[in-house]
């Protein structure tokens, strides 16, 4: 019953809703003014201002090592250690490492957490925690960061407001939202010589004419059944896919935005020409032409075994495909705007197994920001000598929740409902890392 009834409070605790009550407006000489005026500023969202209005958010599936990315602990024994050396950036005094030679020279355009810190150490839960900054309520599905944006954020483009590449992260989807925002994905591969956003083009048969006709028809029908379907969310879901869908695909701008070709083969080979180096490079055409939350996933990074040898390959690809994405938004100007966020659902365990790999390790990680606001060449927080817990400044999911929507100009305080009448606050308990924005 606690927890039912911690989800109605604000992050003090305080019951806003309790105060007020037309029983207690003699005790505290309160007019029915008053009370109106109370209750519109209790429910009314603050004004923040807003440093971001795009977010890319690179997801590392599996749990990237903390130790052998962003937080190398040379001076630990071996078996924590590991094989790779840490390098200077072109940040004083602070090192990261040497398979990440090209982030090393943008560093001064990165915030490195190096305290993020969770309960969740298997892939499922820690995932919820780090796309949503709930840990897992049984029975309550809670949106992800893109379907809560897209609900707070107005569209600002005929494209979908919300869009994953090139598949879904676990967890980002509506949640009792409902399936109306959950992000619209491509399909396919960005990287494939014919690549295409499935159905974003009528049938050759079938002109925009034809399609314009069918749409008025299906109008005129829906018109009809309008009375029998009001409040139904399956409904009303499948009414904003059809208008999402048309206004996509009536829209050349938005066709455009999808048509990699139009990118000239310097740029296309500098992000790689595989699946992760073209989505990034389709996410920043997308940011670039309105959209508000996309997100890129690359996994592979459970690494239980011979960590040491599937590692460099990986980070090197990584450091390549991130390293271009950052310098081309800040060449085009748009870095300011975008809010970059790379993350996994936890890090590795400071001790290395006996398969030369490590596995899961939640208690401390890191996590990399840029842009958006974020203050570049930094490192807020820090592990303890092994990598095994925080030493300074733990930061928790629901601290990253607050900094990430404090940058869109959301207030993290405020609540949404679900259908059935439970209320959520957007960052329960959390507040903005310190430091990170401007």
């Known amino acids: 019953m606690a927890e039912n009834r911690c989800v109605h409070t604000d992050c003090e605790g305080f019951y806003r809703r309790d105060f007020l009550k037309a029983g207690a407006l003699g005790l ?58 840490p390098i200077p950036t072109n940040v004083n005094g602070i090192q990261i490492s040497e398979h990440l030679p090209k982030l090393a020279q943008q560093t001064d355009k990165l915030c490195i957490i190096r305290s993020m810190t969770s309960p969740e150490a298997a892939h499922e839960r820690g995932t919820h925690y780090m796309m949503t900054g709930y840990q897992p309520l049984p029975g309550f599905a809670v949106p992800g960061y893109g379907a809560v944006v897209s609900k ?53 048969a079938v002109s925009f004419e034809r399609v314009e006709r069918r749409r ?91 960590i040491f040898s599937a590692l460099p390959g990986k980070l090197n690809g990584f450091d390549q495909t991130m390293a271009t994405l950052i310098a081309d938004l800040s060449e085009r100007g748009l870095l300011e705007t975008t809010l970059v966020l790379v993350m996994g659902e936890f ?32 490192v807020i927080g820090a592990s303890d000598p092994l990598g095994m817990e925080p030493a300074e400044t733990p930061v928790r999911p629901e601290d990253l929740s607050a900094t990430l929507y404090q940058a869109l100009g959301i207030d993290y305080n ?19 890392i310190r430091g990170v924005l401007a």
């Open 414 to 432: 405020q609540h949404l409902e679900s259908p059935d009448g439970v209320r959520i606050v957007l960052s329960r308990g959390g507040k903005p």
């Open 152 to 204: 707070l954020k107005e569209q600002r483009t005929a494209l979908p407001p919300y869009i994953a590449i090139p598949a879904p992260v676990a967890y980002g989807g509506g949640g009792f939202l409902g399936a109306s925002l959950a992000p619209f994905s491509p399909g396919g591969n960005p990287a494939s010589k014919n690549f295409k956003v499935r159905d974003l083009q009528p049938p050759k």
């Open 28 to 85: 505290f000489g309160l007019s029915l003014t008053d009370l109106f005026r109370l209750k519109a500023h209790a429910t009314a969202p603050l004004q923040i201002k807003e440093t971001a209005t795009s977010v890319i958010l690179v997801w590392l599936g599996g749990g990237p090592s903390h130790l052998d990315m962003w937080d190398l602990k040379p001076n630990a024994p071996e078996e924590i250690r590991g094989l790779f050396k």
């Open 216 to 306: 008025s028809l299906r109008q005129a029908v829906d018109a009809a059944f309008k009375k029998y379907e009001t409040g139904n969310p399956a409904a009303e879901a499948v009414d904003k896919f059809y208008t999402s869908a048309y206004n996509l695909m009536s829209s050349t701008d938005a066709r455009a935005a999808f048509d990699l070709s139009n990118e000239d083969n310097k740029t296309r080979t500098a992000y790689q020409r595989n699946t992760f180096g073209q989505s990034c490079l389709l996410a920043r055409r997308l940011v670039e032409a309105g959209v508000n939350f996309v997100t890129v996933t690359n996994g592979g990074w459970d690494n239980h075994n011979n």
């Open 347 to 378: 890090g590795r365990t400071p001790v290395i197994n006996r398969n030369g790999g490590r596995d899961h390790h939640s208690r401390v990680f890191s996590i990399m920001l840029a842009g958006g606001g974020v203050q570049g060449g930094q």
